[in-house]
């Protein structure tokens, strides 16, 4: 076991990012290496990995996820010089009402998985592909299942269930969260740096292309912005976060959108894109809030309304914890925008949170001031690990 390797794939509609960890007890932080194919089904796809400058590939197509996935295993296998791999972990966004612990892949969990596409159409299909390709090219390597929903299933009842009749509850029509792995590996991450202080009333803000907040005590999930789907919750890149249901019923009723157009409106062209008409990226927007006329309006009133749902979805989490000791920023927003920061923090002083200004621009462990009442940190996530730490585990009880 000590030589053989974990292969950890997280499949998006338009890329496939990978990584390779040694299998060995305790599992290192940092992969062997990483890469990603991206621009999957673009005209322009790459392939770039550790120490390699990203280069042009060509994808069928007819298959170009299948071609894709061939570049990544050949690549792979040049590199691992005849190491066996133990087995290859998969991050799957949806475990439905009856996966919560990572689970080894076979034909029936393969069945259930494919139930739970219409709850998060973005990514389910794609890890789904990728299962079914290896299962019927590699059906001799293991294959693991870890669930973006599982960390949350620790939320009380009434964080889980919605208001609807209370029949649909019990058909699985329901509050799941999602960000699991994220939020898994700051529970151990942020024990270990923040020791006893972790385990009180902490949010991890999870803040990247997707976005989501959630409430811990005692390194478990509490309470959570995203639910039945990814949709929820905070305003994201392309998706629009909370939204009256109402407006969905207008847009149906009297804009007469098809039920294709609206999914396609809440889950790529809304959020900040939609807002600011110029990029789903905060770090892109930036650049044009001093700008005049209709581009610089709607650049600043896209950041003003993208930390307004933050920081009102912490108040929230605030009032559901009965107070707040801890705040963390993850994901790529979180952790390396100073400016998107800044601004939830400096929204939310009426906590007795004060920032660091210094600390906040060197994206320091801690960057709340010596007298602020929070503790604010910004801690890189790590999902691709936990993931292989699951594997091992399974591996190891197998």
Known sequence: MSKSVIIVLNCGSSSIKFAVFEAASPLPRKPLWNGKVQGIGGPAPDFGETGVQPFAIELGAEHPYRDALRIIRERITARLEGRPVAAIAHRVVHGGSKYFESTRIDAGVLRDLRSYVPLAPLHQPFALEAIEILLRERPDIVQIACFDTGFHHSLPKVEQILPLPYEWWQRGVRRYGFHGLSYAYMATAL?????????????????????????????????????????????????????????????????????????????????????????????????????????????????DLFVRRIVREIGSLVAALGGLDMLVFTAGIGEHSEEIRGRVCTDLAWLGLGLDDQANAAHAPVISSADSRVLVGVEPTNEEWVAARDTVRLLAHS
């Open 191 to 303: 024990a270990e740096r923040h020791g006893d202080r972790a385990r009180g009333r902490t949010i991890v803000a999870h803040l990247g292309s997707g976005a989501s907040l959630c409430g811990m005590q005692q390194l478990q999930s509490m309470a959570t912005t995203m639910g039945f789907s990814a949709l929820d919750g905070l305003m994201m890149g392309t998706r629009t976060g909370a939204l009256d249901p109402g407006a969905v019923l207008y847009l149906m009723e009297i804009e007469k959108l098809t039920l294709q157009e609206v999914g396609h409106l809440l889950y790529h062209d809304s959020g900040l894109l939609g807002v600011s008409g110029i990029s789903s990226e905060p770090r892109v927007i930036l650049r044009h809030v001093r700008d005049s006329g209709e581009a610089g309006e709607r650049a600043r009133i896209a950041l």
